[in-house]
């Protein structure tokens, strides 16, 4: 480290130790529901996103951040616990009568903040469970309101945040909340008359109800600018120009959430941050490890005058990074038991070893961008969406390759209802069907039937369309991302790990990487 940097981290140091003496320290984390980079910030010309982009001029812009899961309740509970969803037990979505939970022996955010005597708070949408791993002390979430009065009435989301924030003054506590959006999800074959992105609901049309703070914002549908995982057609576009309504339905409630904050007298206190929790519900996106389903927007406004501000970070960040980074902020130390001893057998009646967290604090990016580092990487786990989307996937992302263990390659990939009907992929089945140009990078066959393995250079190849795996250029590149894929699942204790060679044996043992090698051979 030059003495430049160091002298740049040391004052940041000392400016959080001096910040603590004179107030408390509180974070605030803004969560969009299906967000990407329909952002003016991330270059996005369209879409009207004047609160994000004033707040990224705020903040550290993280070019390369990414979900460790892109699916909505296992990305939550990631987030919230700092581990990949196969460590953390949420594999799926929290809802139904086939409801995921998070493990009971697994620390929550809330809680191990709460023991440090650190108010917390969830407003919007939680999705999450079961509660002992996940209780917050203020909660006003879809648990106790309609998911729409709490997610999308940004009024209502206001008068949350003010109440929260009037009590915190009363308490004279630090404070974690966490404001969980639920724009922009699609509203899915339940509510159709309120339009795929619920767009037309709360917009004081006749039958929609009124948000009275909300100004919606319409788009031309053959006006706009799509990425490439998006099939550029008619139905597509119309898809797109509602999913953006709901953008600056969402970027309108920062927007208020911000001046709740300030008002508050909050703002020279707080630690914000805002990101998504998985990409958007469109074709390659939402449920994919392909970068459009895991690369997320990120930014961390710091209150410490000394920090980047409108500066961009390309440090590879995942969503693990959070919970170290919160706890960074807090001076808390995450709760550790301890482990069995090495090499002790374990009894098929002894618990596991407690997980341990394999994110970092990204406080020090606040003050010094990192040399850079071609090996850095992050990691992917998903193994389901809804309960009926069974198709594990891991993933090891480096800043130039990406390779991508599909473990049950032999199944068509699955795709999830929300997604099912929307006007996009009607379209794009319309199109196979009567063999027209699906006008898309690719095929639903190829969308549908994937190999075991795929290997991307993300230089050459930025849509991930050209799989190296097999290749024999590809050989040392392949067999180095395949270790520490496989290493990092023996560290988290996955246990689809030995998939699709071999089982993980229900005999009480943990078994090694070498186990799983063997059975795979």
């Known amino acids: 480290m030059s003495k430049v940097i160091l002298v740049i981290f040391v004052v940041g140091v000392l400016w959080l130790q001096g910040s603590a003496e004179a107030a408390h320290r509180n974070v605030l984390l803004l969560l969009a529901d299906d967000g990407g980079f329909e952002i003016g910030a991330y270059r996005n010309k369209i879409v009207q996103t004047p609160s994000l982009d004033a707040l990224a001029k705020e903040s550290l812009i993280f070019n390369n951040a990414y979900a460790s899961v892109s699916s909505c309740s296992p990305s939550r509970a990631s987030i919230l616990t700092g581990m ?34 650190i108010r917390t708070g969830l407003i919007g949408k939680k999705h999450v469970g079961p509660s002992e791993v996940f209780k917050f002390d203020y909660e006003q979430t879809e648990e106790n309101h309609p998911i729409n009065q709490v997610g999308r009435n940004i009024t209502n989301i206001k008068l949350f945040v003010r109440e929260f924030l009037n009590e915190n003054k009363q308490k004279d506590q630090p404070f974690f909340l966490m404001v969980s959006f639920h ?16 767009e037309r609901w709360g917009s004081g ?21 799509l990425p490439y ?5 008619e139905w597509a576009r119309r898809d797109v120009a509602a999913q953006y309504t709901t953008i600056s339905r969402l970027d309108q409630g920062v927007g208020l959430v911000l001046d709740e904050l300030k008002n508050a007298g909050f703002a020279e206190d707080t630690l914000v941050v805002y990101t ?38 390309y440090s590879m960040t995942s969503h693990l990074d959070l919970l170290p980074t919160f706890l960074d902020w807090f001076n808390v130390s995450y709760p550790v038991k301890e482990d069995l001893s090495q090499g002790e057998s374990n009894s098929i009646d002894q618990k596991p070893p407690t997980p341990q967290l394999t994110g970092k604090s990204l406080l020090p990016l606040l003050y010094a961008e990192p040399p850079t580092d071609p090996d850095q990487a992050v990691f992917a786990s998903q193994s389901y969406h809804e309960v009926t989307m069974t198709y594990p996937m891991r993933a090891i992302r480096t800043r130039r390759y990406k390779l991508i263990h599909n473990l049950a390659y032999q199944l068509p990939f699955p795709i999830d209802q929300d997604f099912a009907v929307s006007w996009t ?19 639903l066959h190829q969308y549908y039937n994937r190999p075991e393995w795929e290997l991307f250079d993300l230089k050459l190849d930025p849509t991930e369309s050209r799989n190296l795996a097999g290749k024999s250029s590809s050989k040392q590149t392949f067999e180095q991302l395949q270790k520490r894929l496989w290493d990092w699942q023996a560290l988290t204790d996955d246990p689809f790990r030995c998939l699709p060679g071999g089982v993980l044996l229900d005999k009480g043992e943990y078994l090694n990487n070498a186990t799983c090698l063997a059975l795979r051979q």
Request: net charge negative.
């Open 425 to 443: 992929f009607q379209d794009m089945l319309n199109r196979s069907i009567t063999n027209q140009d699906q006008r898309w990078y690719k095929s």
């Open 276 to 313: 998504s929790d998985n990409g958007p519900p469109l074709p390659a996106a939402r449920t994919n490890l392909y970068d459009p389903g895991m690369a997320e927007p990120m930014f961390i406004r710091s209150p410490d005058p000394k920090s980047r501000k409108n500066q961009v970070t």
């Open 205 to 225: 049309e006749e039958g929609m109800g009124l948000i009275p703070d909300w100004h919606p914002i319409y788009y031309v549908w053959d006006e706009l600018i």
């Open 84 to 117: 990949p969803e196969h460590q953390n037990g949420m594999y799926g979505l929290h809802n139904g009568i086939h409801n995921f939970n998070a493990l009971s022996n697994i620390k929550g955010l809330s809680s191990v903040l709460g023991n440090a005597g």
């Open 183 to 198: 724009d922009p999800h699609r509203c899915g074959h339940i509510t159709p008359q309120f339009g795929p992105f619920c």
């Open 229 to 233: 995982y998006i099939p550029d057609t």
